[in-house]
C-alpha cells in the first residue's frame, strides 16, 4: 500500500506537469487559480465526504477509495475532450477499477453554469462517455461503468470567477 | 353627431359589438415600428352614491397593468382628464387631453355580488369598440379585468392577448427543481411538482392540458406527462441513459433527446404514450430541444454537429437539415412562435447570453436588448417572449416584445426561476 501511495504522488507530480503544458495550450486563467479552485474543489468534497461518515480516512484502503473518489478530472471550455491530465488520472482510476474486482463505478458529467441548461445536460454525458471509453480502452469492461449527467445542475463551486468554471467543468467518479 | 354617439352606446351594450372591432385591427402588430396608443382610464365610477367602493381603484390598477404589459398602450396621467366615467362620454373632452381610446367601467354592488359594465371608446370616430358586463364576487376582479383587458385586445389587434395564459418555470430550493406556475405577468406563482431532486424542461401541450417535463429518476431523467387536471406525473419515455427536453409536436406526439447506455443523444419521436415513432436525428453529436413550427412540419433544434452548438431545422417531410443560424458563436433554445412567423433562440454575444429572433429562412435575425437572455418562450399570440436572466444575481423571468421594448421582470421568488414555458390561451385567471 505504501507503494501506492508512492505511486499516487509521482502521478500527482506529472498531473501538475500537465496541467501547466494544458495551460500554454488554451491560455485560461494562470495556473495558480486551477490549482487553488483544484485545492478548494477537494477540501470541499472531502468536507462533504467526512459529513456523510462513509469513509475511514485513517485505513490504506479507505485512502485508495478516498482518492478515486475525491480526484476529478476537469475539461475545457465547451469541450469534452480528455486533456492530458485527465487521462493521467483515468489511469490511476482504470488500475483502481482493475486492483478492485468487486466494484462498479458511476461517471458523473459536469459544466460550468455558462451556456444553455439543457445542452449542458448533453455536454455533461458527452463528457462522462468520454471518461467511460477511456477506461474502457484501458480494459475496463463497459458493464462496470454507468455513466450519469448533470449537467450545471449541480456546481460544486458557486460563483462566476474563472477558478469556479474550472472547479465545476469535471468529471467526477463513485463507487457503486 | 352627438346624438347619433350616444344611440349607439346603448344600442352596442345589447349587441355583440367585439365582432365589427375584430374585422379592422386598429394597430399592426406586424408593423416593426409601433407607436404606442394614449389610452384615457378614468377611475372606476360607481352606478349610485350608495355602492361607491374604495376597493375598485384595485380593478383599475389591475386594468392599467394588463395593458402596460403589452407595450402597445401608454395610459394618459388621470390629472389631466376634463371628464370621469360616470358622464356620457364626450369624445371632444378626450381628445383635447390627447386620447385615442378611452375606457370606462361602472359598478355595482347588490350584497356580495359585483356586477362592472366596461366599455372601450374609439375617441377619434367617436364610437364603441367594446361593452362587455361582468358580474361576480369581489374576488373575482382579477379575472374580470384579465377578460376585459384580452376583449380591448382582441378589438385593437384583432386576436385576445396573454390574460388567461399561464407560465410553468423551474423553481429552485436547496438541492432541489420542481416546475412551479404562475400567472402569465408573475401572479399567483405556486408548485406543479413536489419532489425530490431535479425535474427540468417544463413543455405545454398545444391544448394546455399537459404539461411534458424530464424527472431524474436513479440518476437519469425521464420524460413525464403530467395532465394540468391532477393526477401525478406519469413517466412514458425512460432510455437507459438520459430522456431530456420533451416538445409537443402539434397533432399528438412528442420529440425528445434520448440516449440509450453509453450511446450518443438524439432526437426522437413518440406517440403519447412514450411508443418511439421514429428518429429524427442520427450520429455521435449532441442534438436536442426539439420545437416545432405550428403546423408540426419542421422542427428547430440544437446540435453541435458543425463543432459549437447552432440551431439547425429539419423538415420532416423532406427529411433535410439546413442550419438556421450564423453569426454567433454559440446559439441555443430555439422556440418557435405559435404564429409562425419567428423563432426565438439565446445568442451568445460580446456582452454575454441575449435574446434573438430570426425568421425560419435565416433572414431577419435580430438580437433584443434585454438584460442577459437564456430560454426564451413565446407567448401564444406571439407578441411577447419570457425568458430568464440571472443579471440579478440568482435566476429570474422576465418578458420582452418580440421586436425587443422591455416589459419587465415578473417572478419575483427566493431561489433560481428559470426556463419559463409560455401556456396556450384559456388556463390562467379562473
Known amino acids: 500500500m505504501k507503494r501506492h501511495a508512492v505511486l499516487f504522488s509521482l502521478i500527482f507530480v506529472l498531473m501538475l506537469g500537465g496541467l501547466s503544458a494544458c495551460k500554454k495550450e488554451v491560455g485560461s486563467g494562470d495556473l495558480n487559480a486551477e490549482e487553488q479552485a483544484r485545492i478548494q474543489a477537494e477540501q470541499e468534497r472531502l468536507r462533504r465526504q467526512m459529513e456523510e461518515g462513509n469513509l475511514d480516512p485513517n485505513s490504506a484502503a479507505g485512502q485508495a477509495r478516498e482518492a478515486f473518489v475525491n480526484r476529478d478530472i476537469h475539461f475545457d471550455y465547451d469541450q469534452y475532450d480528455l486533456r492530458p491530465d485527465s487521462k493521467i488520472i483515468l489511469e490511476e482510476k482504470a488500475a483502481y477499477v482493475q486492483a478492485n474486482p468487486g466494484i462498479s463505478v458511476i461517471i458523473e458529467g459536469h459544466c460550468d453554469s455558462r451556456g444553455s441548461y439543457a445542452y449542458n445536460m448533453a455536454l455533461g454525458e458527452k463528457r462522462a462517455r468520454s471518461a467511460a471509453a477511456y477506461l474502457v480502452a484501458l480494459g475496463i469492461p463497459a458493464s462496470r461503468i454507468e455513466i450519469v449527467s448533470y449537467g450545471s445542475e449541480m456546481p460544486l463551486i458557486s460563483g462566476h470567477s474563472e477558478e469556479a468554471y474550472f472547479a465545476n467543468r469535471r468529471g467526477h467518479f463513485i463507487i457503486k | ?430
Open chain 2, 1 to 430: 353627431m352627438l346624438k347619433k354617439f350616444l344611440l349607439l352606446i346603448l344600442s352596442l351594450a345589447l349587441c355583440p359589438p367585439a365582432l365589427s372591432a375584430a374585422e379592422r385591427p386598429i394597430i399592426d402588430i406586424a408593423s416593426p415600428t409601433i407607436r404606442k396608443l394614449p389610452v384615457a382610464l378614468p377611475a372606476f365610477a360607481p352606478q349610485s352614491e350608495q355602492t361607491s367602493s374604495p376597493a375598485l381603484e384595485q380593478g383599475r390598477e389591475l386594468l392599467s397593468q394588463d395593458l402596460l404589459f403589452t407595450g402597445l398602450f401608454d395610459i394618459i396621467d388621470p390629472a389631466s382628464y376634463l371628464g370621469t366615467a360616470e358622464e356620457e362620454v364626450n369624445p371632444r373632452q378626450w381628445s383635447r387631453v390627447g386620447a385615442e381610446l378611452l375606457i370606462t367601467c361602472r359598478y355595482q354592488r347588490e350584497g356580495s355580488v359585483l356586477t362592472l359594465e366596461c366599455r372601450l371608446y374609439d375617441i377619434l370616430e367617436a364610437r364603441q369598440l367594446v361593452g362587455k358586463r361582468y358580474s361576480g364576487q369581489e374576488e373575482d376582479l382579477p379575472a374580470m379585468m384579465h377578460r376585459f383587458a384580452d376583449e380591448i385586445m382582441l378589438a385593437v389587434t384583432g386576436e385576445r392577448s396573454v390574460f388567461s395564459t399561464l407560465i410553468a418555470f423551474v423553481h429552485s430550493e436547496g438541492n432541489n427543481k420542481n416546475i412551479w406556475l404562475m400567472d402569465f405577468n408573475g401572479a399567483n406563482p405556486r408548485p406543479f411538482t413536489q419532489k425530490e431532486g431535479l425535474t427540468l424542461y417544463p413543455a405545454w401541450d398545444p391544448a394546455g392540458s399537459l404539461l411534458a417535463y424530464s424527472q431524474f429518476v436513479n440518476r437519469h431523467p425521464a420524460v413525464f406527462v403530467h395532465s394540468l387536471a391532477g393526477g401525478g406525473g406519469r413517466m412514458i419515455i425512460n432510455s437507459s441513459g438520459m430522456s431530456i427536453t420533451p416538445a409537443f409536436r402539434p397533432g399528438g406526439q412528442i420529440a425528445a433527446s434520448l440516449s440509450y447506455g453509453n450511446g450518443p443523444t438524439n432526437i426522437f419521436l413518440s406517440d403519447l404514450t412514450g411508443q418511439i415513432v421514429k428518429n429524427l436525428s442520427n450520429g455521435l453529436n449532441i442534438d436536442v430541444t426539439p420545437s416545432f413550427s405550428p403546423d408540426g412540419g419542421q422542427m428547430a433544434f440544437v446540435s453541435d454537429r458543425g463543432g459549437a452548438p447552432q440551431i439547425y431545422i429539419l423538415d420532416l417531410n423532406s427529411g433535410q437539415t439546413r442550419r438556421l443560424t450564423f453569426g454567433y458563436n454559440y446559439c441555443a433554445a430555439p422556440d418557435w412562435s405559435p404564429k409562425g412567423d419567428l423563432i426565438a433562440f439565446q445568442a451568445r454575444t460580446e456582452n454575454g447570453f441575449r435574446i434573438a429572433t430570426v425568421k425560419p429562412d435565416g433572414s431577419g435575425l435580430q438580437v433584443l436588448d434585454t438584460p442577459g437572455g437564456e430560454d426564451p418562450s413565446f407567448s401564444p399570440d406571439g407578441r411577447l417572449i419570457a425568458y430568464s436572466s440571472r443579471t440579478t444575481g440568482a435566476y429570474q423571468i422576465y418578458v420582452v416584445t418580440a421586436s425587443g421594448q422591455m416589459i419587465g421582470q415578473i417572478s419575483n421568488l427566493s431561489g433560481d426561476n428559470s426556463d419559463p414555458a409560455w401556456s396556450p390561451r384559456g388556463l390562467g385567471g379562473k
